[in-house]
Nanobody
Framework: QVQLVESGGGLVQPGGSLRLSCAAS????????MGWYRQAPGKERELVVV???????VSADSVKGRFTSRRDYAKNTIYLQMDGLKPEESGTYYC????????????????WGQGIEVTVSS
């Protein structure tokens, strides 16, 4: 059973930065696609960044140039570095995993973390 646990959320001012972590149980990184998704109250879950199994990334247009994600094999952890945060980017952030080379659609992921809150506000 794969388990994903997010950490690093909190309150940050507009323009600030946060780094989210997603720790995974088991050595799933070799062949897993990992995704970061965001869900604001009353809205659908939306893609933020996907790390393909080859470690290339696909980012939502709205976060390009500001958000990056990487995989740390030694720690079985993925990170989401968020810079230049905007109030509209507040919400619950989730990491997800699937044993596949690429997975852009939330409903296709097999494993999800519990989510972590990010609030961007002054």
């Amino acid at each position: 059973q794969v388990q994903l646990v997010e950490s690093g959320g909190g309150l940050v001012q507009p323009g600030g930065s946060l780094r989210l972590s997603c720790a995974a149980s088991g050595s799933i990184f070799g062949t897993y696609t990992m995704g970061w998704y965001r869900q604001a109250p009353g809205k659908e879950r939306e893609l933020v960044v996907v790390i393909r199994s080859d470690n290339s990334t696909v980012s939502a247009d709205s976060v390009k140039g500001r958000f990056t994600s990487r995989r740390d094999y030694a720690k079985n952890t993925i990170y989401l570095q968020m810079d230049g945060l905007k109030p509209e980017e507040s919400g619950t952030y989730y990491c997800a995993g699937r044993h596949i080379s690429y997975c852009p659609h939330a409903h296709e992921y097999d494993h999800w973390g519990q989510g972590i809150e990010v609030t961007v506000s002054s």
